[in-house]
């Protein structure tokens, strides 16, 4: 079998590809559907994305085609995200909101001790002094670098600044920012979600834009002399050009004779791994926020989000889906799915938002190896150098974890138009 150029993976960078690209491309995909991180899964009538997920992008290109895509199936509403801290919920980011907390002490301490420096913040040498340069020792010590250090599961001082003004809210952010530049969202931010569907109907409608995709094609080889790959069906195919989405990493280890040199740079690539709980739940009060971000490490889940309320269809549902992010590594690895999900549970219960055990209809946990790509000091470089080293090959990396970029589906939707029209010529 032979197609020109092949695509790896049906998630937002690859379906993109193949959208602008057109039907020259085969999409190569190992599931048996499209999406990758941005699908939902039904359970029940409960919808559930993997972890929390919302539309919204500073790439009017990218709005404009989830909308013709979308059509009349689309929501938008302002977003409502609120942070857990000692025993109640106040808005979201902690660091404009701690004065609800009526708490003396928090209050003095995030007030007075060493207020923070942006210009000091921008000279930081690693994220952990970003954090307390940019916000003071208070903010620092009651959320911002307890919460840190949960969610990316790896020493802070080990990661580099260079993506906390896209992501990290303060109150800089819409000043400083070009128009094509993510900004961090904001409590009143506006997002968007398909009415009926969840997060991945984007990603199922735009499928149906691209010609030809086959799934429960998982690529395990490519031989970069010969211009084929094989898969785990033992299917085997001859290629011009590949542009894989899957994780680079892994791509490398596909790679007949990759030199070790290359195989070497991917020691400084870094993931947070996530389990997802998914819990399917009757919520006695459905005014819940759209997600609760929370430092305590005693609590499993960093975040918590509550599908039900990204779509009024959803919300008029009678069980609710709530997922549980718990993010691990090997420095931070997992309890048991048993312990994480008594224990992500216990808290739900104790903050109020399920009344009783009998409340919940069912639980899951689905594992992802790789959640969130690290910004590592040496990240850019090694990124680079591989990249390079592909290209050579015709080859090309794109996507969350192909670029190893902390991206969105938006930004990784881009990416797949930008190359297919850099292809095309
Ligand atoms: C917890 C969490 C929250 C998020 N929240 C948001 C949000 O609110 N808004 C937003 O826009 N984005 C969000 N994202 C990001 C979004 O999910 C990703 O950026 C996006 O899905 C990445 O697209 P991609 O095409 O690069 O890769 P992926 O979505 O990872 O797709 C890669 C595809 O490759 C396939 N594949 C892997 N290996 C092989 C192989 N060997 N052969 C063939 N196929 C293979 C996979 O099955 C997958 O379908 C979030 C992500 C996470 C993890």
Redesign the pocket.
């Known amino acids: 079998m032979n197609a020109k150029t092949i695509v790896?993976?049906?998630?937002?960078?690859?379906l993109a590809f193949s959208y602008e690209y057109g039907g020259h491309s085969l999409i190569?995909?190992?599931?048996n559907r499209?999406?990758?991180?941005?699908k939902s899964v039904k359970i029940f009538d409960g919808v559930f994305d993997?972890?929390?997920?919302?539309?919204h992008t500073p790439h009017p290109e990218i709005a404009s085609l989830v909308q013709t895509i979308m059509g009349d199936n689309w929501h938008q509403q302002k977003r409502d995200a609120q942070v857990w801290i000692e025993g109640s919920l106040i808005p979201y980011p902690f660091q404009h909101h701690y004065p609800k907390l009526n708490n003396q002490h928090i209050n003095d301490d995030c007030e007075i001790s060493s207020p923070g420096n942006t210009t000091k913040a921008a000279q930081s040498a690693n994220f952990e002094e970003w954090i307390i340069n940019k916000f003071g020792t208070g903010i620092s010590n009651h959320f911002m670098l307890p919460y840190n250090r949960k969610l990316w599961a790896h020493p802070l001082t080990d990661i580099c600044i260079d993506w906390v003004d896209q992501r990290i809210a303060t109150s800089m952010d819409a000043k400083n920012q070009s128009k094509k530049q993510r900004k961090p969202l904001q409590s009143n931010s506006k997002v968007g979600y398909p009415l009926h569907g969840g997060f991945g109907q984007i990603f199922e409608e735009l499928a149906k834009h691209c010609e030809h995709i086959q799934f429960e094609?998982?690529?395990?080889q490519i031989d970069i002399r010969n211009q084929t790959l094989t898969?785990t069906t033992r299917d085997r195919w001859e290629w011009e050009t590949i542009v894989s989405?899957?994780?680079i990493t892994?791509l490398l280890k596909?790679i007949n004779d990759c030199p070790s040199s290359i195989l070497e740079l991917t020691n400084n690539l870094k993931q947070v791994s996530?389990k997802?709980l998914l819990v399917l739940a009757r919520l006695h009060n459905t005014t819940v926020p759209q997600r609760i971000y929370i430092a305590d490490p005693k609590i499993p889940p960093h975040k918590v989000a509550f599908n039900h309320t990204s779509s009024p269809l959803l919300l008029e549902r009678d069980n609710h889906a709530i997922m549980c992010?718990i993010s691990y590594s090997e420095s931070k690895p997992p309890a048991t799915d048993e312990d994480l999900t008594e224990q992500s549970i216990c808290w739900l219960i104790d903050a109020g938002i399920i009344n009783s055990l009998t409340d919940i209809i069912q639980t899951q946990i689905i594992d992802?190896p790789?959640?969130?790509p690290i910004n590592t000091h040496k990240k850019t470089d090694s990124i680079q150098t591989i990249k390079a080293f592909l290209r050579t090959h015709n080859i090309y990396s794109?996507?969350?974890?192909?670029a190893w970029d902390y991206?969105?589906?938006?930004?990784?939707m881009r990416q797949g138009l930008e190359l297919a029209r850099k292809l095309k010529q």
């Open positions: 790896l993976g049906a998630g937002p960078a690859g190569l995909e190992k599931e499209a999406g990758g991180l941005s993997l972890g929390g997920h919302s539309f094609q998982e690529v395990n898969t989405t899957i994780p892994q596909c996530l997802i992010e992802l790789h959640g969130y794109i996507g969350r974890f192909g991206a969105n589906s938006d930004e990784c």
